[in-house]
């Protein structure tokens, strides 16, 4: 009898086991596998020297640029003929948004307010609210808009790229700050607008936050932008 | 024996049907604490087979075993020392221990059955 009773334990405990078994597996497989520790090491290293190169590059490109802005102002100092093509050049970088531009504006920032850390982004589901706050945006006169320091220019794209968000050829994660110029007032309206796009986001799980901004700085386009079909019609 | 592995069925079964779900987060605790329900219930085995299982002795070595395995692992978390690796270590070991034993009776009493004709 006494054996008996010790087993009827021992399978009762089994049943518990049973379950964290399926319970671990289940988990573990929705994460898609664990990733072993001596991989994450050897990816974070990969990481940091990449970063590291990027920093460099970034130093490189400004270096060169500034040393391309001095020779513009050397050239101009002498003929004011040049100086009249720089000035050209000039607003024709302000208009393709290769120039940082600074102005009154609204900074939007959305993101999403886990309870818990769940897992959830509700970017990936709705990665099309975005391109529409963009539309709306600019219906709403936006002189310059940027997402996470990405400039938006005439090729930029928006797009879900599996995990992330593509802006730019750049992958992004929520939060998305939005940094737009124009009249505050305006935009602002055009957003928080009944059954807007504020709403539309905000029903789905985005949380949505507007400030208004006296002075912002836009990001200027950091890549280049390179034409290999498009040819203009005619000559000079 | 048997016993044991319909409860595991069972288990497994149970684990299936019931909609209950793990936050990703837990994983590294959760294997902790099956590593020492294991090494509990090999322990388990092995006492009933030496004639020496106390149910008592069982039930709060389950649970006391889980319970501690998982606040070390919490713990050496928290603080940045890896202190499940004590956990693994130990019960990992102790689990072979126990199959060895088990392995030892269970010959040992095959061979009695046999060889004595």
Known sequence: ?236 | MIIALIGLALGVFLGFVLPLDLPSSYTSYMSIALLAALDSVFGGIRAEMEGKFDSHIFISGFFGNIIIATFLAYFGDRVGIPLYYAAIFTFGTRLFQNFASIRRIFLNKIEQKYYKH
Not at chain 1, 180 to 190: N, P
Request: glycine share 8%.
């Open chain 1, 1 to 236: 009898m006494k054996k008996i009773k010790g087993r009827v334990e021992i399978a009762i405990i089994c049943v518990i086991i049973g379950i964290m078994i399926v319970l671990q597996m289940q988990t573990i497989g929705n994460l898609g596998g664990l990733v072993s520790s001596q991989r994450a090491d050897d990816l974070l290293v990969e990481l940091n020297q990449l970063k590291k190169e990027n920093t460099e590059l970034t130093k490189k490109a400004n270096d060169l640029s500034s040393a391309v802005d001095d020779f513009e102002s050397q050239a101009a100092d002498n003929n004011r003929y040049i100086e009249k093509l720089l000035q050209d050049v000039n607003n024709a970088k302000i208009y393709s948004g290769q120039t940082d531009l600074q102005g009154e504006g609204i900074e939007i920032t959305l993101d999403y307010d886990s309870v818990e850390n769940d897992g959830f982004d509700p970017f990936l589901y709705n990665s099309e609210l975005l391109l529409i706050m963009v539309n709306e945006l600019n219906a709403a006169g936006a002189e310059a808009i940027s997402i996470n320091g990405e400039r938006l220019i005439s090729v930029s794209e928006i797009r879900l790229a599996g995990s992330h968000i593509n802006i730019n050829g750049t992958k992004h994660s929520r939060p998305f700050v939005f940094k737009v110029i124009g009249d505050a007032k305006t935009l602002k309206s055009a957003l928080l607008i009944r059954a807007g796009i504020a709403d539309i986001m905000r029903a789905n799980y985005i949380s949505v936050s507007i400030e208004e901004v006296e002075e912002l700085t836009v990001e200027k386009y950091e890549k280049v932008i390179n034409y290999r079909y498009a040819k203009p019609v005619g000559g000079e």
